[in-house]
């Protein structure tokens, strides 16, 4: 088994929530009806959220202080192409921040949304090497939109007007049902691979972590959904706290391809 | 095809003696738990016998490494001479990504330096016209150095069972599988 590296699930998790907020305070400005609500601290967040992540990474490196090099291979490290990625992110959602008014800019919008996402992808691809066989494929993208969209759309329910409630609930919702689907099923997936991907799927199953998230992180917040047909501030907070639990997971649970030598693959 | 050194890996001759290992260590002093070379026993589920067989294992500087794709700071390089992946320890940052990405778990970290490392293939003794000190100190000659531009051996293997499997990397190593033991039985 692997580490749990908690520098990165703070990253990884805070990144993706910046992501998604952004991306979700775009549609909701300027592509519905009704009033924007509550922008500037929305992207304020963004902003602090995308620091915060910044600055845990760096306790990730053995070297704190390269991590400016980091960009320097951007021809083929993903690696490289993330930390610039997200660097550009995180600038465009300053810029937004200070220049709103009530709202931000239509293509300031939707351009910091293209890239966050942009960047997620290139975080999805630094998160999938040949090492880890059970994660050498789509999968860490999907895991990782659905962070930007399941944290994201709770997120922004706190700086939505009464009017767009609905929609934001209704984007949680989907996401959360999406969610619990993915997350059921690729575990099961898994084991019908070789050896090693198998090993991934069965500590997976077997770990307490992975059946809390999936109680914490998503059946509990559908279930809240649900019964009231609203969005209570709690809510978000048991999402991210079953996302958080659910990355510890991504990597604390991974078997590397290296931990079955002279065994059968 | 360029000339790209490879380990040749001859699992009928080698007993496991842990010397290529022991040579490894004697010559780098690595930090207590850094293993750049290690001999691996084969599972019974591939070779069932009372006798063993074995794999000595480090980089195997492939011929698309993803060490040095992955690596964000370019902190290794490709041998034009010879295919001999190097790692340039003073440009590493620790961020463990080439760890994560090797799916042959060559590249370890040192966590007294903060940085990754692995084999060299001993590119100075190389340099040197020396063999690796682990292909030296070999007692049975079971582990070999050869350029895969020459190599000619019918019954090598390139991916035997025990052995991950990347063609995407393809890997410069070369094996000889483990001789079946003769099975002796008294008629009954
Ligand atoms: S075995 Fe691993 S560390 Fe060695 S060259 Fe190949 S990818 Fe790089
Ligand atoms: S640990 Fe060092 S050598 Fe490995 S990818 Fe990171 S910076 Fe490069």
Redesign the interface.
Known sequence: MSEMELPLVIFTVLSQTAVGLVAISAIRQHAADGPAGSVRPEWMTAALLLIAGLVASLF?????L??P?????LG?????RE?LGIGVFTALVIVGFLSARDRVNAGLSFAAAAVGLIALFFTAM?YS?????ALNNVMPFVFFLLTAAMVGAGFASYFTSAEKMPMITRILAVSLIIGLVVYLVVPFLWLSGGTVMRQTGLNYISSPLYWARIIVGLVIPLMAIWRMRTLAAWVPVLVLAGEIMGRIAFFLLAV?????????? | MKKQLAFYIDAKRCIGCFTCAMACKNQYHQESGVIWRDVYELKEEIYPHRERAFYSLACNHCENPTCLNVCPVVAYYKREADGVVVHEQDKCIGCGNCIRSCPYGAPRYNPVLKRAEKCSFCWQRLDDDRKPACVLSCPTDALQIVDLAEFDEANAVQYPAGFPRYPSLNPSVRFRLPAMPKMIRRKL
């Open positions: 990730h490196l053995g070297h704190p390269g991590a090099l980091a960009i320097k291979h083929s490290a993903w690696l490289s930390a630094t090497p040949p090492g880890f066989p590397h391809a290296s931990a079955n030598m002279g065994g059968i693959y």
